[in-house]
T-cell receptor, first 114, second 115 residues
Framework: GENVEQHPSTLSVQEGDSAVIKCTYS??????FPWYKQELGKRPQLIID?????GEKKDQRIAVTLNKTAKHFSLHITETQPEDSAVYFC?????????????FGTGTKLQVIP | SAVISQKPSRDICQRGTSLTIQCQVD?????MFWYRQQPGQSLTLIAT?????????ESGFVIDKFPISRPNLTFSTLTVSNMSPEDSSIYLC????????????FGPGTRLTVL
């Protein structure tokens, strides 16, 4: 089955700096890669996603890159703010014709220091 | 995205008892999922529930312990049976692809404590 590794497990950055979280996956059938942000006591919320036919996607301060050949994808947060502090999960998804199987990474706890 | 609600939001239960968690989606969805999230951990898929068929369980989870119902396209229940303290966790439901999106959206979760 699919295996998703996520690094680092914890990350502390100064406010205004950039943060990068990296994930690798094993199953080449995975074709959709969402990133979720989970604040303490809250549900995971989608922040950005990318499909396998796209190499990069950006939404304001957040960007995701995907290297299908190497089977890795990364989340980039620029100009970090204290409200970016949360746990971030990557996921690799096989999604086709109504069938879906999602495998989550182990999570990265991001702390933005004011 | 569909709005997902769960009941109860939290509960404290005695060992040996069972708890049924309800998940309601405000639009019809084919696939619903049940996850467990232990403190400080990632999400672990318990089972996939499709309407009109038996739930599909992941390795390490069995129907006798976690029976699931999926009576229609907007509702599902997960029962945690014969509970022990090791079952203390957050249980989340989510729905799968709908319309043009592949994204899973999660319910608010049920925080279960077993004494």
């Amino acid at each position: 089955g699919e295996n998703v590794e996520q690094h680092p497990s914890t990350l502390s950055v100064q406010e205004g700096d950039s943060a990068v979280i990296k994930c690798t996956y094993s199953d080449s059938a995975s074709n959709y890669f969402p990133w979720y942000k989970q604040e303490l006591g809250k549900r995971p919320q989608l922040i950005i996603d990318i499909r396998s036919n796209v190499g990069e996607k950006k939404d304001q301060r957040i960007a995701v890159t995907l290297n299908k050949t190497a089977k890795h994808f990364s989340l980039h947060i620029t100009e970090t703010q204290p409200e970016d502090s949360a746990v971030y999960f990557c996921a690799a998804t096989i999604s086709s014709g109504g069938y879906q199987k999602v495998t989550f990474g182990t999570g990265t706890k991001l702390q933005v220091i004011p | 995205s569909a709005v997902i609600s769960q009941k109860p939001s939290r509960d404290i239960c005695q060992r040996g008892t069972s708890l049924t968690i309800q998940c309601q989606v405000d639009s019809q969805v084919t696939m619903m999922f049940w996850y467990r999230q232990q403190p400080g951990q990632s999400l672990t898929l318990i089972a996939t529930a499709n309407q009109g068929s038996e739930a599909t369980y992941e390795s390490g989870f069995v129907i006798d312990k976690f029976p699931i119902s999926r009576p229609n396209l907007t509702f599902s229940t997960l029962t945690v049976s014969n509970m022990s303290p090791e079952d203390s966790s957050i249980y989340l439901c989510s729905h799968g692809p709908s319309g043009s999106t592949d994204t899973q959206y999660f319910g608010p979760g049920t925080r279960l404590t077993v004494l």
